[in-house]
C-alpha cells in the first residue's frame, strides 16, 4: 500500500522516507571523480522526483525501466526541489503494488467522455464525415485506444484517457470559433479534432508507461492517422475522393510548421483555426498542469516548463495581498538553471507538440506519464 507520494515529498524535507516508486527512467553517470552514481526519474500518479543513488552501485539488485521499486532514502533539496538522495533499493512485489497508485489518468470517466464524444460525432451534419467518424469509433480497437491512451508521453494531456480530453475540448473550442466566425464549417473542424490525433493511440504505448511504438518512431501520428482514416474511407462506399483530400490536409497541416513536423502549411481557414485551436489546448494543458504538480519548494515561479520553454509564474501567489506587489524574490528562473550546471534537465523537449513547437523533429524519447511535469518526450497537441 502506497504511503508516500511524490506530491507529499515536501512535506519530508530532510527526513528520511520508504516509499515505494515506479522507474521512469534510470541512467548511470559520473560524478566529477570519475566514479558511477546511478540517477532515475521515479514518478507515481501524482507526479515525478529526481533520485540519486552516489555509492556501492554494485551492490543493488537488477531492475529497469518501468520496474517498480522501494527505495530508502533522504529527501534532499536541489534547485529548490525535493531531490532523493537513496539509500537503499528492492524491486517491489507485484502483491504490494495497486496500478491506480503510479498511473496518472483523466479525471473524467472515460465511458463518459467516449459516450460525449459519440453525440458531438452523431450532430455532424454532413453524412460522409459522419458516417466515416462514426465508422472509426465503431472500431473496438480504436475505440479502446481511444478511452485510454494519453495524448503524449509528457508534454500535454499526458495520462491515461488524456487523448479523450483533448479531443472533446478541441470540439468545444470548435463550436465556439465557429458560431463567433459564421464563415468556418463546423463539420470539419468537428471532424479535425477528433481526426487529426488519432494516430497517438498507435504511435504510442501505454500499457504501464507512456512510450513509443516501433512504428510510432518509424512514422509518427500523422502518417499513423492517416493510414487510419484511409483503412475506413475504402470501406465506405462513395466517400467524395476530394473530401478526403481536405480532411488528410487538416490532419497534415494541423502541427502548423514544416519544422513542427508538418508536411504542408493550413491552406484553408479551417485548417488555420484548427492548427491554432489545437496549440491553444495543448499549450494551456501542459501550463495547468505544471502549475498543478510543480513541486518547486518555495519562490513565485514553477521550474521550467519543458515543453514551452519558460518557468511559469504562480500569478496567485504573486498576487496575494500580503506579497506587498513588489518583485518576485527570487532570480530569474534561467539563471538558477544555469548556476547549477549539468544536473538540470535540458531545456529542450525531443519530439514535444507543444510549446516552442519545433520540438516533434527531433528523436523521440521514452517516457512516462505522470500527473503533470510537461517533459521531453513528444508534442504538445
Ligand atoms: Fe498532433
Ligand atoms: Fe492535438
Sequence with gaps: MK????RDLPNYVKQTIAAFFLVRSKQTRQKKSGEPYLSMTLVDRSGEVEARCWDNLAALPAFDRDDFIKIKGAVDVFNNKPQLTVHKLRRAEESEIELGDYLACSARDPEEMFAELAAVVAAVGDPNLRALLEALLADPAIAAGVKRAPAATSLHHAYLGGLLEHILSLCGLCRVVAAHYGSLNLDLLVAAAVLHDLGKIRELEYARSASYTTEGHLLGHIVLGLQMMAEKTVALPGF?????AVLEHLVVSHHGEYEFGSPKLPMFP???VFHFLDNLDSKLNSMETQLRTDLKLSGDWTGKNVALGRALLRREQYLRPEAGGGAAAEPPPEAQAEA????????APADGEAGSRPVEARAPQRTLFTAGAGKEGDRVS
Design 3 to 6: 504511503q508516500i507520494f511524490v
Design 240 to 244: 467524395p475522393p476530394r473530401l478526403r
Design 270 to 272: 479551417e485548417a488555420m
Design 340 to 347: 547549477h550546471g549539468n544536473d538540470v534537465h535540458p531545456a
